[in-house]
């Protein structure tokens, strides 16, 4: 293995706190981190790691040369990119991360876009909610994060990472098309089933607190991460919940849309590391995102 490869084990154990998150992130076994740090600990001579409770920390030698790791790794990113630039042509392969609106809505036609305009670069895909997103790309897991930030959430500012905005997506209502009464809000249909995203997800917390500002508690008997089976839902005529704008038109035909004014809206935007930010084919990849898909209402 790569000393290259041991120094960022080194800066995700900083980062992370134990040996066990950083193969689970880096995608080794827990005994080959653990021997990698240690071949670390034997090249520089030095003691690099110290137990803290259940977590290992870094020792004041682990210190200096996760401070120095960082630069190194940095260098060689922005090597790289000076590389890429040299070229006549965009070129190369940029590691995507997106949630799964990003997925349904931007992504095909950003891989169209890219393949025209730019036959040479490409792009991989992974999906990914936004907190995992972030985490992929300050790990160099991705290279660009497609994210989403509800009104009052906020992440941990990470120094390494450039943040760009793209648009605002409204949040909708989305009913059974065959409701015999007129629905100008979530108030009318308060007394419905609702499906709503997963405990803990910011999309639920957002709905959730959404209802209880409008005066009641919804009655939830369903929960899905996948937008799609809170389509089918309401066009089943079985629940009521909140989709985004973003969402392709053909994937909510049969419901209902009701628009909830633009305070109710989340913010859409990427993430990159200031490395890579100003990289021919980043920044063709941003150029081609900062058009944004026709709204589904």
């Known amino acids: 293995m790569s000393e290259m490869k041991r120094l960022r084990m080194l800066i995700e154990l900083d980062r992370l706190g ?26 520089f001579e030095a003691p690099l790691l110290e137990p803290d409770g259940r977590r290992v920390r870094l020792t004041p030698q682990g210190l200096v040369l996760l401070e ?18 040299s070229h006549d042509e965009v070129r190369g392969t940029l590691a995507v991360a997106a949630y799964e609106s990003a997925c349904l809505a931007m992504v095909p036609e950003l891989v169209r876009g890219l393949r025209d305009a730019h036959p040479e670069a490409h792009v991989t895909l992974v999906q990914a909610d936004a907190d995992v997103a972030r985490e992929r790309v300050i790990s160099r897991d991705s290279d660009l994060g497609i994210v989403e930030r509800y ?25 059974p098309n065959d409701l015999d009464f007129e629905v100008t809000g ?29 005066g009641f508690e ?19 005529g079985v629940a009521v919940g909140f989709l985004p704008a973003l969402t392709p038109a053909h994937l909510l035909e ?30 063709a990849v941003l ?6 898909p026709e709204a589904a209402t």
Not at 287 to 292: P, T, Y
Request: hydrophobic residues 40%; proline residues 5%; contains cysteine.
């Open 18 to 43: 134990t040996v066990s998150a950083v193969a689970k992130r880096l995608q080794y076994s827990t005994s080959a981190v653990s021997q990698q740090l240690a071949q670390l600990e034997r090249d």
């Open 151 to 175: 009104r009052g959430q906020t992440f941990p500012h990470h120094p390494d990472l450039v943040e760009t905005v793209l648009f605002t997506d409204p949040m909708l209502l989305v009913v």
């Open 254 to 283: 049969g419901t209902r849309l009701i628009e909830l004014g633009a305070a109710e809206a989340r913010t859409v935007y990427t993430v990159a590391r200031r490395s890579q930010h100003e990289t021919p084919l980043m920044a």
């Open 287 to 292: 150029e081609l995102l900062a058009h944004r």
């Open 68 to 85: 120095r790791a960082q630069a190194v790794l940095r260098e060689w990113e922005g090597a790289r990119s000076a590389v890429s630039a």
């Open 186 to 214: 979530p108030r009318d249909v308060a007394d419905l089933d609702w499906v709503v995203e997963m405990p803990g997800t910011p999309t639920r917390d957002w709905a959730v607190a959404l209802c209880r500002r409008l």
């Open 218 to 236: 919804p009655r939830i008997r369903y929960e899905s991460s996948d937008v799609l089976v809170h389509h089918n839902l309401a066009r089943s």
